[in-house]
């Protein structure tokens, strides 16, 4: 068991990642971003030139029973491994989120995914954010907060962030991605992104980064 979870949950785009890592950082707290580890599996699919048209479930399986994903924290940045090679760039490439909420939606890839989440976080202090951590991956966290904003402030804060990256964007493509991703994960019919009952909402599109950040901060301290 963890113990102590901070669970974050929201769409595309929300601020939720910005927050987590910070708070993370602030609090000394493990910061598990589940939607990286998503992330490598759809992009360890498509380097095996999965169809993407029907999806080759037994290549998920395949994939899934002999792939390793690491979240290593180095000089104070979560980097991401896929099978031991670092793919923290490549996973936030535009043919990722394309696909990547497909794979997502399989029942196979998101069992293997909780149990490994909940592995992860074994006997330590974990600020978690993804789509179903407050409702299936950590129902019991001692915090659960849903972030949403905005789909056009969630689209410049993504343009944003893909730009420091040096990765080039298009405004109209960032918000048919966006839309296109929160429809999906919604309305799948295994664990959809949906609040927790007990979660608390922070709507972040007219807080800047550091209300929205000790906003949550004041929540996990009174709890901790
Ligand atoms: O948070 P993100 O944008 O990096 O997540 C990428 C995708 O991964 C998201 O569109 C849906 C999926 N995801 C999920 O289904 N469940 C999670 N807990 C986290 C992410």
């Given at each position: 068991m963890a113990k102590f979870v901070v669970a974050?949950?929201?769409?595309?785009?929300?601020?939720?990642?910005t927050t987590a890592r910070e708070l993370a950082k602030r609090l000394h707290f493990f910061y598990l971003d589940t939607g990286a580890m998503y992330r490598a599996i759809t992009l360890k699919y498509l380097q095996r030139d999965g169809d993407k048209d029907n999806i080759d479930r037994g290549l998920?399986?395949?994939?899934?029973?002999?792939?390793?994903i690491?979240?290593?924290?180095?000089?104070?940045?979560?980097?991401?491994?896929?099978?031991?090679?670092?793919?923290?760039?490549?996973?936030?490439?535009p043919q990722v989120n394309?696909?990547?909420?497909?794979i997502s939606a399989i029942p196979a890839v998101r069992k293997w995914m909780v149990e490994k989440q909940r592995e992860v976080a074994k006997g330590k202090k974990v600020i978690c954010e993804g789509r179903d951590?407050?409702?299936?991956?950590?129902?019991?966290?001692?915090?659960?907060?849903?972030?949403q904003a905005d789909l056009e402030v969630r689209a410049q804060r993504r343009r944003k962030e893909l730009s420091e990256k040096n990765i080039e964007s298009n405004f109209n493509e960032v918000i048919k991605n966006l839309k296109f991703r929160d429809k999906y994960d919604s309305s799948?019919?295994?664990?959809?992104?949906?609040?927790?009952?007990?979660?608390?909402?922070v709507d972040t599109t007219k807080l800047t980064i550091e209300q929205e950040i000790s906003f949550v901060e004041k929540i996990v301290r009174e709890r901790l």
């Open positions: 974050i949950d929201g769409g595309a785009g929300s601020g939720k990642s998920v399986s395949e994939i899934i029973a002999s792939t390793t690491d979240l290593r924290l180095e000089n104070s940045v979560t980097r991401v491994y896929l099978d031991e090679k670092d793919v923290t760039l490549e996973i936030r490439k394309d696909f990547v909420s497909q951590i407050g409702t299936v991956v950590f129902p019991n966290a001692q915090v659960k907060i849903y972030v799948r019919q295994h664990s959809p992104l949906k609040k927790a009952e007990d979660a608390i909402v």
